[in-house]
């Protein structure tokens, strides 16, 4: 089992930057994909970016594409967010999730095997 606990969460205005994190225990998640999603209220759960345990490979959702940059730590077992320029339309829970598989589809939410309990992120306009 693989637990995951996201903080950084707030409330932010818009233009302005926040930084999630993601810690991992358990497992040793260092060789999984892990993934960025977001639900706003009446909304399914998006993608909005994912690393390869390589570091080297990340992928985002067009919406944030030039904005947002995950990366990770496996020494601190920790991947992080950082949100800049942020949107009204930013505003969701964000979920970290880990593909123990690290598939192809890692904009699946199907996809990823383990996910975190979610931290808002408000931005006010």
């Known amino acids: 089992q693989v637990q995951l606990v996201e903080s950084g969460g707030g409330l932010v205005q818009a233009g302005g930057s926040r930084r999630l994190s993601c810690a991992a225990s358990g497992r040793p998640f260092s060789t999984y994909t892990m993934g960025w999603f977001r639900q706003a209220p009446g909304k399914e759960r998006e993608f909005a970016a994912a690393?390869?345990?390589?570091?080297?490979?990340?992928y985002y959702a067009d919406s944030v594409k030039g904005r947002f940059t995950i990366s990770r730590d496996n020494a601190k077992n920790t991947v992080y967010l950082q949100m800049n320029d942020l949107k009204p339309e930013d505003t969701g829970v964000y979920y970290c999730?880990?593909?123990?598989?690290?598939?192809?589809?890692?904009?699946?939410?199907?996809?990823?095997?383990?996910w975190g309990q979610g931290t808002q992120v408000t931005v006010s306009s």
């Open positions: 690393v390869r345990w390589t570091g080297g490979s990340t």
């Open positions: 999730a880990a593909d123990a598989q690290s598939g192809t589809y890692y904009r699946s939410p199907e996809e990823y095997d383990y």
